[in-house]
């Protein structure tokens, strides 16, 4: 079982969503609604691509060191 970051799981890992980032606000929305819907990703708005939200990797209780956007373990 891996420690959790001490931020809230609306919060993206502070280096991986630029805060100058063109559609940061896009990303947080679909995030957020990712979220409140108990989904376990969202598609990117820029890419297409899927992103596991916070919650999804949080159940996991590990670390998968692959860099996501929303873990909430890597500080």
């Not at 598609?43 to 692959?66: H, I, K, M, Q």
């Amino acid at each position: 079982m891996s420690q959790r970051a001490n931020r809230d799981l609306h919060q993206p890992h502070p280096d991986r969503l630029a805060l100058d980032h063109p559609l940061r606000e896009r990303i947080l929305a679909a995030h957020d609604a990712a979220l409140e819907h108990g989904d376990d990703g969202y598609l990117d708005p820029g890419t297409g691509w899927w992103v596991f939200s916070a919650g999804y990797l949080a159940d996991r209780e590990t670390c998968c060191n692959s860099g996501c956007r929303h873990c909430p373990y890597q500080d």
